[in-house]
């Protein structure tokens, strides 16, 4: 049958043809976690899989954050585990640097056996909303920013991970060595070898900056007029930059907050919205403060925050970001050139005018993510919503009056649950997937005992 991703066996024997050396290919599936889940098939399956797709089963996106089955998706027994069909996303089948054997890599989307899209697959969510904007004649644009840590392998005295030493020479620095060059020198070695990776896979790939916490760093990405490639980036780097940093025995780590002292990691997202001519629709024209549609486009955000902090911040350990002066937004404000805000406006040409959205972590599904802002930008736009007064200043210090935001982890599960936007967004399938799984995965982290708990009451009650 036709591939309803629109990929084509031509695309498979090109890159064939150009690397006879590679002998398997990793093919990945994205599952509500953000997690690539699939199988290495050999070299002569690849052109069976342009071909025909391949078999897997539907469970595989009903899984927890372990891999372990969450019954209450319905996509386990209810549906009898039975083979839907994964099919190839054009132009993600690249290879992957410094493999030996060589090996390759694409990107599935998974589809019913009628070639209907599987509606709990992330990456529909997205295509959806797209959809939805060039209904509009307008065409989204962006890019995500990439945080991370590099850990040492082995822990602390104290059990603790703690930062990796420079791969050049082994020196550890328990500074913040924010911005600071000289500290990128060495994981040189490591970062030319992201770069080269990023590079054979065309992913843009650009500035590395040492962030605001030892051992933690920054990669940009260019932006994309294909917000659906532009997720895409972000999920390739993720793979380039742990495998990368695997081979130079260092862990990378996209925890939102690894290290209780530090700030954590986040995943800002830079949109924009082009017309049917590809012009920048947020700029203002001559006499405006601000465009309408740049003010419609936050007052959506703003107002659909709230009950989408679990997109944003998807697990226990996302919930430890949010703490004043971390740079980790805490309330549904925005400004311009504040990075106090959760809803930043860059200053700078009026022609790249774009919001960068801050709340999320780098934990998070960047499908999900861009999926839930470009709902509320729609929501913004159709319901034209006024996003309030612009926070200057410190932004932590702002009082929103806006007691929606969930306090925690919990409060996000049951709000996200009775979300009416969220469910519009994700659609009503990958909604009921998302909350049950993170419902299953609040209920494993609730009855743990935590080493924490023998350290406060053990010997105290």
Known sequence: MTSPSGSTPGEAQAFLDAHPEIEAFDILLTDANGVGRGKIIRRHELMGLYKSGRHMPISILGLDITGEDVHETGLIWDSGDGDLRAWPIPGTLVPLYGTSPARGQVLMAMYHLDGAPMS??????????????????????????????LLANERDGDGKVQPAG????????????????????????????IYAAAKEQGIPAETVISEYAPGQYELTLNYRKDVLRAADDLIMLKRIVRAQARRHGVTACFMAKPIEEYAGSGMHFHVSLLDIEERNALTEREGETWSPLLLQALGGLVATMAESMLVFAPHANSWRRFVAQSYAPVAPTWGVNNRSVALRVPAGDAKNRRIEHRPSGVDANPYLVASTILAGIIKGIEEQLDPGPETTGNGYETDTGDS?????????????????????????????????????????????????DYHLYLHEV
Request: aromatic share 10%; no cysteine; net charge negative.
């Open 120 to 149: 709990s697959d992330p990456r529909h969510a997205l295509e959806r909303q797209v959809r939805k904007l060039a209904e509009k004649g307008l065409h989204p644009a962006g890019a995500f920013e990439l945080e991370f840590f």
């Open 166 to 193: 420079a791969v050049l020479d082994g020196r550890r620095s328990a500074k913040t060595e924010v911005y600071s060059v000289d500290h990128l020198h060495g994981m040189e070695p490591l970062f030319s070898d």
């Open 404 to 452: 929606t935001m969930p306090a925690d982890w919990r409060a996000a599960i049951e709000a996200a649950k009775a979300s009416a936007f969220l469910r519009e967004a994700l659609g009503a399938d990958l909604h009921n997937t998302f909350t049950a799984i993170k419902q299953a995965e609040y209920f494993r982290v609730a009855r743990t005992v935590a080493e924490l």
